[in-house]
């Protein structure tokens, strides 16, 4: 029967990364670690130096088929015991017979991860680097358009674009040095058999087990029992959450600020596109929606990594069957997300017309700050400031007037400033601080840094 995907993972949502959680993939790596630990008891003469030849040799998807290894699995229900009688049967002479000497499942297992976590962070790495490019470009693009900030979901007081780009930036850029700290505690594998204690290699455990994982490029545990410690996996997936969510908070914004109330900015829409089946004059944020949607699988697959840090005795396979489902969910949806996001950026609009509409909607109340501290300046208590200006705000609101309108009536006002003046204080244009030289300094930290 031809197989039908169920999984989106598998069609909707998959990229290039994808290729790294195939089970020939899996099936490479283990024969990978196998292969080394058969030369590196060659090299301390505990097996024939022709037979780690012909088992590295042999190690290989072409010579090992995935489909002979699922038949011995099927008949003794275990993949890993599959993949080592797979590759013995490959093996000419009696080479196969030292395979797997000495070591126990989760030695060629948890070293195999560690390789493949380290090659998915690296492409999570390298996508980011390219999301952060956008952005980078965007912040340095639109740091002087500037528009309303709100808190609360209420108009606050005016930013810029190039703020609100920048501070997604310098998260992505807080994310890139999560992942290299996390690469360095991921990248540990292990070679010390059944329980940890090195038994079954004869005096030699930490000697072999230092010498596989500096041919693997890896470092060796200290101590470990049956496993390498869950902590060092959990940290990987409570890592891709946290990228999940900044992305998921980039695109919800995008989401609010495409509403038809604000109009700012919007997602890319193919001239074929089609919003709505019933509504044809819909343009729904349907990609940025999309990263959302997958941020909460991501998050949730967190619970299942944190509990299998909670192993009975020296170990119990209860991480197993949830590894092979959030391994690769996480860092194939992660990877779809960080696209998906790069794509949107890199053909984002922007309607400057709406931006500045909605800038000057309160009627000036988002500049009442501005003219407070002023106030101060010209004499009037700030206390005493502060409730002129709420009072003010509320008239303005009621009246359906512009505040300065109505300040410039109020003898305090009249005498300490003039039209003119009153008009500067009000342009928002005016007042966005130091936004602008903020973010040349991230530019120039991140292009120095990242070579953007």
Known sequence: MVHKFIHPVETRYRTEIADLFTEEKKLENWMKVEAVLAQVHAKLGNIPKDAAVEISKKANIEDVKIERVKEIDNEIHHDLMAMVKGLAEQ????????IHLGATSYDIED????????????????SLKSLLKELTRLMIEKKELVCIGRTHGQHAIPTTYG????????????????????????????MSGAVGTMASFSGKGIQIQEAVMKDLDLNPVIIANQVVQRDRHAEVILLTALIGQTLAKIARENRILQRNEIGEMFEPFKKKQVGSSTMPH??????????????RIVKSNVIPALDNIVLEDERDLTNSASERVIFAENFIFLDFMIKELTNNLK??????????????????????EKVMVELVNRGIGRQEGHEILRQAAITARNDDKFMKDI??????????????????????????????????????TLKKKYDL
């Open 163 to 190: 703020m609100r780009f920048g501070v997604w930036a310098y998260e992505i850029d807080r994310h890139l040095v999560r992942i290299s700290e996390v690469l360095k505690r991921i990248s540990y594998g292990k």
């Open 111 to 126: 070293t195999a991860i560690a390789l493949l976590l380290r090659e998915a962070l690296e492409f999570i790495q390298n």
């Open 347 to 368: 053909g984002v609009e922007f309607n400057e017309k709406n931006i500045e509409r909605n800038l000057n909607l309160t009627k000036g109340a988002c500049l009442a």
């Open 407 to 444: 300040l410039i009536e109020q003898e305090k006002i009249k005498d300490k400033f003039s039209r003119e003046e009153l008009d500067e204080l009000f342009d928002p244009h005016k007042y966005i601080g130091e936004a602008i030289k903020q973010v040349d300094n991230l530019a120039k």
């Open 91 to 98: 093996c000419d002479g009696d080479a196969g017979k030292y």
């Open 282 to 295: 819909k343009r729904n944020p349907h990609k940025s929606e999309r990263i959302c949607s997958l941020a």
